[in-house]
């Protein structure tokens, strides 16, 4: 805890005395401290493709000048830096925007089967790639809520990416909507949206911190697989923004669900 402490002499009718104040500013110093560790997180992050970027165009200046095998590779591995920096200039804009939105409330109808479904039917390229299968279950009963159609888009881009980016080759991601119940979390009618992969799963004790800036559980499977870190702190702030929750079951070796239960109705 830190305080704040002020003092000032008074003089009252009585005689004289002090006046000292202890202010609580634990909250203030913390803020603080993490948006220093923010801007030092992005920066290092900035820096590794950039100062490999450097390297690469010192090499193709000087020793690699006139070798033209390491060139097609150099310049390769140069587009693949360069890919990786605008994913994080990208997440980081989209972390903006949704922090600046998150008190606005959304206004729009959306139709939440057909939103998953054409999410989803961009994302199988992706699923092909990497060897998955992609399914969805859809409830028979039209579902829809009062949401912002791009961000609801980008909860279940990343959370589906994700499930396919850990999952192995020959396994299934299941997106599954289900329509409107009593959902505890929300003590109301909620709908929810469940991305369930049999992955690698995720210890315990790492879940309660996973909605962080930049943490990752394996840092470096998240970099081979072109995370920023940032996928999961995005959904927290959209869903927040909705008035929703989002829940995380995994089991180690088996595999993840991620839940997101939005309200069915809202004012
Ligand atoms: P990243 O860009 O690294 O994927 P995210 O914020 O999307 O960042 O996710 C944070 C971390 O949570 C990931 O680095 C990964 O370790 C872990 N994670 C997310 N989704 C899954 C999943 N479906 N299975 C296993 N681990 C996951």
Redesign the pocket.
Known sequence: TTFRVTARALTLDSGRGALVCFEDVTHLEQAGQMRRDFVANVSHELRTPLTALIGFIETLQGPARDDDAGRDRFLSIMAHEAQRMNRLVGDLLSLSRVEAEERVRPTARIKLAELVRSTLHGLQPLAEKAGIELRHVLPDTVVTIIGDDDQLRQVVT?LTE??I???GRGTQVTVTLNGPDYQPALRGAGVSIQVT?T????EAF?IPR??ERF????SH??RE?G???????IVKHIVNRHRGRLRVD?RPGQG?T?TVVLPAQQG
Request: glycine residues 16%; charged residues 20%; hydrophobic residues 25%.
């Open positions: 990343n994700n499930a980016k850990y999952s992969d992955g690698p799963g995720i790492h996973l909605t943490y990752r559980v394996d499977r998240s697989k995370g920023t870190g940032l996928g999961l702190a995994s993840t991620f």
